[in-house]
Each structure stands twice: as C-alpha cells, then as structure tokens.
C-alpha cells in the first residue's frame, strides 16, 4: 500500500522567500506524480504533473522534482507570494492515485 | 483542461437521512473518482466509476453506504445514505483526461 508524507506539515513564510516542499512515498512504482494546490473550503487545483520517466516539471515559479528511485518529490516555489497561501498535496499514481498529507503554506506580506 | 460541476456546493443534512451530490464533466471521460476529505486530513479515495459498470469500492467503504450511479461519460452521482455526524467531510469528485486528474469544488456535508 502507498504511503505518502509531506514535510513539514505547515509553514509560513515571508513574501519574496524562495521555498521547498518535500514529499516522499513508499512504493516507487508510480506511472506519474502530480503536485495539487487545495485553497480552504474549495477543491483541488492541479499545478505540475511529472511522468515517471521523467526527472523535473516547470510551470512560472514552480518546479518540481521527482527522484523516482528514491520514493522523493520536490516542489520549489521561487519568489513567493501572499497568493501562494494553500495546501500543497503531493499525489503519486500507479493504478490510482494517493494523496499526501499536505504541508499547509501561509506567504506573509 | 477539464470542467468539473459539482453540486450541491455545501448542505447541513440531520442523522439518519441521505444526500446525493451530483458531478458533471464538461466531456466524455473514461473513469470518474469519488473521495472523502475529513477534516484535516487527506483526500481518501471512496469509489471509482466507470460507464456501464458497477463501481469498484475501496476497503472501508460499501455500496450500501455510498451508492454511486454512472449513467452515462459525463455525469455521475455519490450517495451518502444514512447518515450520521461522522460523515461530515468534504466530498469530491474527479476525473482524468490524459494523466492529469481534475477535481470538482467539493461538497462540505455537516451533519448534525
């Protein structure tokens, strides 16, 4: 059974700071890996996906890694802002997807 | 990218009674996914329901509990019968289009 940990768990920083979110599984047979953003009370927001093939996706100011051997996902977010303030779940998928348990971001003025 | 509908958007239900939350995708999709989100925690997958099929149930959750309907590509239902204030979470629906899986807004249940 997958198993997924986000560290930390929650983090708050100040805007303009460059940050990174860790996520590690325990099952390295995965097809893909998709970093979801959650705001509260809303649904979840699909932001990288990373193909098992693959070793790092890049979308504006998020990066993210994927160390497939290891069972490690990065999420790098360079200059943040109040606006990044969200969950950030990490998701791998073989035949279904399991999601992490999140590191909550707060992105001070 | 895809469109998801999910409604109602939030309900307070009383003990005992069942909700049905609707989900409808803006195109045809092989497999939709039912989750639960209870609070504070993550996404636990419910059910996954493909077209023309029975939904194929994760440990821990039953049909009598959680009936699903999949009528057709689009459009799928989530039951949740009987309930009771353990059942208070966000419910959500999900489908993928490629590799990437999108997600409705989420139905947040209370129960009282």
């Known amino acids: 059974k997958q198993e997924v940990t986000q560290i930390p768990a929650a983090l708050s920083v100040p805007e303009g700071e460059n940050l990174v979110l860790n996520c590690s599984f325990t099952?390295?047979?995965?097809?893909?890996l998709q970093w979801f953003r959650q705001d509260p009370g809303k649904g979840l927001t699909s932001l990288l996906l990373?193909?098992?093939?693959?070793r790092e996706q890049t979308s504006g100011r998020l990066n993210a890694s994927l160390d497939k051997s290891s069972g490690r996902s990065t999420l790098y977010i360079a200059a943040s802002q109040p606006g990044d303030s969200a969950t950030y779940l990490c998701?791998?998928?073989?035949?279904?997807?399991?999601f992490g348990t999140g590191t909550k971001l707060q992105v001070i003025p | 990218s895809a469109v998801i509908s999910q409604k109602p958007s939030r309900d307070i239900c009383q003990r005992g009674t069942s909700l049905t939350i609707q989900c409808q995708v803006d195109?045809?999709?092989?497999?939709m996914f039912w989750y639960r989100q209870q609070p504070g925690q993550s996404l636990t997958l419910i059910a996954t329901?493909?077209?023309?099929?029975?939904?194929?149930?994760e440990s821990g959750f039953v049909i009598d509990k959680f009936p699903i309907s999949r009528p057709n590509l689009t459009f799928s239902t989530l039951t949740v019968s009987n309930m009771s204030p353990e059942d208070s979470s966000i419910y959500l629906c999900?489908?993928?289009?490629?590799?990437?899986?999108?997600f409705g807004a989420g139905t947040r249940l209370s129960v009282l």
């Open positions: 329901a493909n077209q023309g099929s029975e939904a194929t149930y």
């Open positions: 990373i193909q098992s093939s693959q």
């Open positions: 999900s489908a993928d289009r490629g590799d990437i899986q999108y």
């Open positions: 195109s045809q999709v092989t497999m």
């Open positions: 099952d390295s047979a995965i097809y893909n």
């Open positions: 998701a791998p998928s073989y035949q279904k997807v399991t």
